[in-house]
């Protein structure tokens, strides 16, 4: 399960299942801004021994491993938080791989779109199982000013996170589905002057690891947020139970939302309308074409 206090207990390890440079180097500099050590630990690929990164004007060298299993078992135990960007078909076969072979493993989030529905819903179970968060798939990540950034979450250049003033603890939490949406708001909180306490993005696809409703109780026991916002869309029944968390007063703290999607029913009768348009002008054009003839 998502505890953030947690989060905030000594320098999370992370191991990178899959290489993507940017997002990668973008968790490198959080660190190095931060003023915290490389989370990044090591990278699960082929191809090479090592990558070259960036740490602040020196470079650094994060090695690679063909596996999990040939992780050396002390780098293994260092091991908190996984980041998945492998494939959308790996994404089971490695992530159980990291629940069964990372002994301290605490979380993850998983980057990839296009999931089989099956292998996420395996996901939730596993994770769910050994009591493990897991974010996505189609997430962006977790972040925690100043101490943890799994992911492209705040944005994937040095100066997005600059601007979003994300080595800066506060009081407000952010959430979405939409990974996109999840760094627009943490713009919006950073230019009305306040800060994160921390921001995550569910997961774009249908069946997520980590629900609204887990978040928003992750908010509720975390001892600096004060404000949840939560960007939600139509589909599904996370809204239903967020509005029942409410009245049962099991969420305390103040709540900004915005439910997208209505303006859908406008856009979805002005198509069929102009479809019907357009159907009976072509109509109309070829019963005057045979009139004519």
Same mark, same amino acid.
């Given at each position: 399960?998502?505890?953030?206090?947690?989060?905030?207990?000594?320098?999370?390890?992370?191991?990178?299942?899959?290489?993507?440079?940017?997002?990668?180097?973008?968790?490198?500099?959080?660190?190095?801004?931060?003023?915290?050590?490389?989370?990044?630990?090591?990278?699960?690929?082929?191809?090479?021994?090592?990558?070259?990164?960036?740490?602040?004007?020196?470079?650094?060298?994060?090695?690679?491993?063909?596996?999990?299993?040939?992780?050396?078992?002390?780098?293994?135990?260092?091991?908190?938080?996984?980041?998945?960007?492998?494939?959308?078909?790996?994404?089971?076969?490695?992530?159980?791989?990291?629940?069964?072979?990372?002994?301290?493993?605490?979380?993850?989030?998983?980057?990839?779109?296009?999931?089989?529905?099956?292998?996420?819903?395996?996901? =939730?179970?596993?994770?769910?199982?050994?009591?493990?968060?897991?974010?996505?798939?189609?997430?962006?990540?977790?972040?925690?000013?100043?101490?943890?950034?799994?992911?492209?979450?705040?944005?994937?250049?040095?100066?997005?996170?600059?601007?979003?003033?994300?080595?800066?603890?506060?009081?407000?939490?952010?959430?979405?589905?939409?990974?996109?949406?999840?760094?627009?708001?943490?713009?919006?909180?950073?230019?009305?002057?306040?800060?994160?306490?921390?921001?995550?993005?569910?997961?774009?696809?249908?069946?997520?690891?980590?629900?609204?409703?887990?978040?928003?109780?992750?908010?509720?026991?975390?001892?600096?947020?004060?404000?949840?916002?939560?960007?939600?869309?139509?589909?599904?029944?996370?809204? =239903?139970?967020?509005?029942?968390?409410?009245?049962?007063?099991?969420?305390?703290?103040?709540?900004?939302?915005?439910?997208?999607?209505?303006?859908?029913?406008?856009?979805?009768?002005?198509?069929?309308?102009?479809?019907?348009?357009?159907?009976?002008?072509?109509?109309?054009?070829?019963?005057?074409?045979?009139?004519?003839?």
């Amino acid at each position: 399960m998502l505890d953030i206090q947690q989060t905030l207990l000594g320098d999370g390890k992370i191991l990178a299942i899959g290489n993507h440079t940017a997002i990668i180097q973008s968790i490198l500099d959080f660190n190095f801004i931060s003023k915290k050590k490389p989370s990044i630990v090591g990278i699960v690929a082929t191809g090479r021994k090592t990558a070259r990164f960036f740490f602040g004007n020196k470079e650094i060298l994060i090695p690679f491993y063909e596996s999990i299993s040939s992780i050396p078992e002390y780098t293994k135990k260092e091991v908190i938080y996984i980041l998945n960007l492998s494939s959308g078909r790996r994404v089971l076969s490695s992530t159980k791989s990291a629940l069964e072979l990372l002994p301290h493993l605490q979380g993850g989030s998983i980057f990839a779109e296009g999931v089989p529905e099956k292998h996420a819903l395996e996901v =939730y179970r596993l994770s769910t199982d050994k009591k493990i968060f897991m974010l996505g798939p189609a997430s962006v990540g977790l972040l925690v000013p100043g101490t943890l950034k799994l992911g492209a979450i705040g944005g994937t250049e040095s100066k997005q996170l600059i601007d979003s003033r994300l080595f800066q603890k506060g009081d407000v939490a952010v959430m979405s589905s939409s990974g996109g949406m999840t760094n627009e708001i943490i713009r919006i909180v950073a230019q009305q002057k306040r800060r994160l306490s921390f921001a995550l993005s569910f997961g774009g696809e249908r069946f997520p690891s980590l629900t609204p409703k887990e978040a928003f109780l992750a908010a509720e026991k975390d001892h600096h947020t004060k404000t949840i916002v939560y960007f939600g869309e139509l589909g599904g029944t996370d809204e =239903y139970d967020l509005v029942a968390l409410l009245q049962e007063k099991k969420i305390t703290k103040q709540v900004i939302c915005y439910i997208a999607g209505v303006i859908a029913d406008i856009f979805m009768y002005y198509t069929i309308l102009r479809s019907i348009f357009y159907y009976f002008s072509i109509a109309g054009t070829n019963i005057s074409n045979e009139v004519g003839e």
